[in-house]
């Protein structure tokens, strides 16, 4: 079955502290990742792909095939990092088409 | 670009009635989807889109309509409303993979 799996609702650090984000996927094909972020009273927007392995906003997430995992980390939090983020996978579907799979969502609050 | 637009950013509805969420975009990507997003449920997919004339079922289509007339607009109607569709939609088109979302729509339903 293909599934992302995103551990932890809530996740609150410290200003500074490292940040790791998890998500597992399950899906039998080569999967294609992504995470995806949303700001307080922002749209949802693409934060960073695993093929296009760029660091942005100081995130990076590292594809492990065999963990079947994609973390999102960023080693010392700021609090504009505060948002909710979703692990999103692109799979094929029945019809033969790709859609994406979302996992559930990880709300960061960084405490200052 | 505007990229994708949505309207209304809210709306009110009785149980029963019916309304249309408008979505659109100019990037004229073939792909376009619905999304509802609701708490501790992450998004979940209502209808896709993979061309105009083409749409079909996403996880959760009960009570709810598409179309695909043109490549830019791809409505969302309800059908006759239900307490438990209060939630936020959120339209989305897609290119190489990548989501590109509208503004969102906050729907209560009473």
């Known amino acids: ?112 | 670009n505007a990229g994708v637009t949505q309207t209304p950013k809210f709306q009110v509805l009785k149980t029963g009635q019916s309304m249309t969420l408008q979505c659109a975009q100019d990037m004229n990507h073939e792909y376009m989807s619905w999304y509802r997003q609701d708490p501790g449920m992450g998004l979940r997919l209502i209808h896709y889109s993979v061309g105009a004339g083409i749409t079909d079922q996403g996880e959760v289509p009960n009570g709810y309509n598409v179309s695909r007339s043109t490549t830019e607009d791809f409505p969302l109607r309800l059908l006759s409303a239900a307490p438990s569709q209060t939630s936020v939609y959120f339209c989305a088109s897609m290119r190489s993979g990548e989501q590109y979302f509208g503004p969102g729509t906050r729907l209560t339903v009473t």
């Not at chain 1, 088409?97 to 960084?110: E, H, P, R, S, V």
């Open chain 1, 1 to 112: 079955a293909q599934r992302v799996t995103q551990p932890e609702k809530l996740l609150s650090v410290f200003k500074g502290a490292p940040v790791e984000l998890k998500c597992n996927y399950s899906y039998s094909g080569s999967p294609e990742l992504f995470w995806y972020v949303q700001y307080s009273r922002q749209r949802l927007q693409l934060l960073l792909r695993h093929i296009s392995r760029e660091s942005i906003k100081g995130f990076t997430a590292d594809l492990n095939k065999g963990e079947t995992s994609f973390h999102l980390k960023k080693p010392f939090a700021q609090e504009e990092d505060s948002a909710m983020y979703y692990c999103a996978l692109s799979a094929k579907s029945a019809d033969s088409n790709y859609q994406l799979i979302w996992g559930a969502g990880t709300k960061l609050i960084i405490k200052p």
